[in-house]
Every structure is written in C-alpha cells, then in structure tokens.
C-alpha cells in the first residue's frame, strides 16, 4: 500500500485550525485520508472518493459557512 503523502490548502490560514487530505491514494485505493494538522500522528479518516467530493461541492456552494 501507498503511503499517503498529506498537505494543507494553500487557502488555510496559518491559524492552525487546518485539515491535511491526502489526495495521492484517490486513484490508486479510492479514499481521501483526513487528518487535523494539529495532530499528525493521530488518526485519518478514509473518506470514499464519492464523499470527499461531494463534500468538496458543498464547501464550494457555501454550504459549511463558519458562524
């Protein structure tokens, strides 16, 4: 198995509140690792490819607005 290769958008601030995706294995295993940036070596989510991008059309939409 691949390992995944995680960054940070380049639209994150430096705030520290940041995800990491790992978008290496979306062709190869089918998921989107996500982590917390904060925590490295904690956990990832393993998000089906379908989720993660669905989840990326809502961001896009303005549907996750910060309150």
Partial sequence: M???Q???SSYSSN???CV???ANL???DGIVPVRDSKN???PA???PVSAFSTFLAG???GEFRVR
Wanted: a neutral charge.
């Fill in 26 to 28: 979306a062709i190869s």
């Fill in 2 to 4: 691949t390992e995944p």
């Fill in 6 to 8: 995680f960054f940070t």
């Fill in 59 to 61: 961001v896009k939409r």
């Fill in 20 to 22: 990491e995706v790992a």
């Fill in 40 to 42: 490295p070596t904690g």
């Fill in 45 to 47: 989510l393993a998000l």
């Fill in 15 to 17: 705030g520290g509140n």
